[in-house]
């Protein structure tokens, strides 16, 4: 169980970016956080990956505050998250078969596992055919996709998708959209800001609004009103 | 184990993939090794030229020519009890002489006035060399105040020559001390600023690849795992950039060599560099290592505190 208990975030210019946010999201849920830019969707991620800390309150993990984990156990955590960014945020110099096993070899697995899970998740995102491509040499959505055979192939407990359609046309939306609702039926905890208006409407899910930094809304199978 | 054979891959293939920038960085550091081959040439320059000045100041005590050989040689003997003195020569008054007419065979004029004489004008010598240029006055003032030259009360010493040179000597001794700091000084500035670049370099490189570290660094790798591959690419960087140089020095020094040897007392670059290869290569070989690993890891920390 994640819970943002009761958290604030102001940037060292004086910009605040959230404000008493309270938000609990229950294992194997599919989150979807809506909100115009500048809502404060990306900070609320940054957050719960420890990438920024909050000014006031705290993000819990399973009762643990994330924020007072040490470095080693800050490593071990972020292994149980996924992430998807909408800049892919893909390693330029590796293929697609070593930007996946790198994530593996990070978290400890053996050379083995490596070569077989990897073959397999790239199958689950429908792109075996690239598996020796470089990322310069992928489309928008084949880089995406990548990103979501990254983000998954640890098994992680949450996957954490940023905006992950924003660069992509349509109908590799509506794939990216399907894989992680896939994702989410398997019993992963999905968690997606985005301010496309379609992919709220496909997925009725869970939905938390956000404006100017505060929680607006929050409804269980909701439609898009932002 | 595995871990460090994953991270030995994935530095050789950075290295490998990037090779602009590989390139860029093995260049800069060329330079970089290249000052340092050149500051260690130019020591050895500088001590032996400076060594090789240094031999030719020396002192001589003239003795008149009615000195008894046995007090000259109980003045050597205490000469050469002395700190100071690393070397004293008796050149007896026969041998002055045939010195004096092979040095003047060219001029009859004085030789024949010589002949005109029915004996011996010389009187015997010892040369005396110090330790050090600076430790002539001592030596001088020795020499003065001792008896021993003046048995009797009556003086055996004709003259020493320190006292008429001794402004050259005093002056060559303050060139020697200051050409011996001022080296110091250059090739210790020289050393930093090239190593300053070299740094730069890299650290830039890792600037480059500073969104890739903070991907690494939210995937859950460890610091030593996110560091390991760019610390292999430094080294490689001061590997390659090492053995290039060194291949450089050979034609470098092969021509220097021959159009400065005579400019340099009898120093040969080339030669030198051949002979003490094994010790340049290892200077530049560890400099290098040093530089590409410290600068990689000094670099990366700022990117690694996500």
């Known amino acids: 169980m994640i819970v943002f208990d009761r958290v604030s ?8 970016a959230l404000e008493e946010v309270t938000i609990s999201i229950e294992p194997k849920e599919f989150v979807s956080i809506v909100g115009p830019s500048g809502a404060g969707k990306t900070t609320l991620l940054k957050l719960f990956l420890a990438e920024e800390k909050p000014t006031l309150g705290a993000v819990y993990y399973d009762s643990i505050n994330i924020h007072t984990l040490s470095k080693k156990e800050m490593d071990t955590f972020r292994r149980k998250i996924g992430m998807v960014f909408q800049d892919f945020r893909l390693l330029p110099n590796k293929t697609v078969y070593e930007n996946i096993a790198f994530t593996m070899e990070a978290a400890g697995r053996t050379d083995e596992e490596i070569e077989s899970d990897v073959p397999h998740v790239l199958e689950l995102v429908d792109l075996s055919p690239k598996i020796w491509n470089f990322p310069r040499e992928l489309s928008g959505g084949e880089k995406q996709r990548v990103a979501i055979a990254r983000a998954l192939v640890n098994e992680p407990d949450v996957i954490i998708a940023d905006e ?4 992509l046309d349509p109908a590799n939306t509506y794939d990216i959209v399907q894989i992680l609702k896939k994702i989410n ?40 009103f932002v | 184990m595995t871990k460090i054979k994953r991270i030995l891959r994935s530095g050789f293939f950075n290295f490998w993939r990037d090779s602009t920038v590989s390139l860029a960085s093995v260049l800069v550091m060329m330079v970089t090794l290249l000052v340092i081959g050149l500051i260690s040439f130019s020591g050895a320059i500088l001590d032996t030229t400076l060594a090789e000045l240094r031999n030719k100041i020396d002192v001589n005590v003239t003795f008149v020519t009615t000195a008894k050989e046995e007090d000259i040689l109980n003045i050597r003997h205490t000469l050469e009890s002395l700190q100071e003195v690393s070397l004293v020569t008796y050149i007896t ?9 092979e040095r003047h065979a060219s001029d009859p004029s004085i030789l024949a006035a010589l002949d005109e004489l029915d004996f011996n004008p010389l009187g015997a010598v010892l040369n005396i060399k110090a330790r050090d240029p600076s430790q ?4 001088a003032e020795f020499l003065e105040s001792d008896n021993t030259l003046s048995p009797g009360g009556i003086t055996i010493v004709d003259r020493i020559n320190y006292f008429q040179n001794k402004e050259a000597i005093d002056k060559l001794t303050r060139i020697i001390s200051s050409a011996d700091k001022l080296g110091f000084a250059l090739t210790l500035f020289l050393a930093i600023i090239s190593m300053l670049i070299a740094f730069n370099t890299i650290r830039l490189t890792i600037y480059i690849a500073r969104d890739e570290i903070s991907v690494m660094r939210l995937v859950g790798a460890s610091t030593t795992y996110i560091q390991g591959p760019f ?3 430094g080294v490689i960087y001061g ?19 021959s159009t400065t040897e005579g400019f340099f007392i009898g120093f040969n ?12 290569a290892s200077i530049i070989m560890v400099s290098g290592v040093l530089i590409g690993a410290l600068s990689s890891i000094l670099a990366i920390r700022k990117y690694l505190k996500v």
Not at chain 2, 269 to 280: D, G, P, V
């Open chain 2, 239 to 257: 590997v390659t950039a090492g053995f290039l140089t060194l291949l450089l020095l050979l034609p470098m020094t092969y021509w220097l060599g």
């Open chain 1, 185 to 224: 039926d398997l019993g992963t905890t999905v968690i997606l800001a985005t301010h496309n208006k379609g992919i709220i409407d496909l997925l009725k899910k869970r939905v938390v609004a956000m404006e100017r930094g505060k929680v607006v809304r929050d409804e269980k199978t909701s439609k898009y």
């Open chain 2, 93 to 101: 008054r026969e041998e002055a002489l045939t010195e004096f007419k």
């Open chain 2, 269 to 280: 670059i080339f030669s030198y560099y051949l002979r003490h290869f094994l010790e340049i």
């Open chain 2, 136 to 139: 002539y006055a001592s030596v």
């Open chain 1, 9 to 16: 975030k102001v940037y060292p210019d004086s910009s605040i």
């Open chain 1, 164 to 167: 992950p359609t924003g660069n």
């Open chain 2, 231 to 233: 610390v292999v690419v």
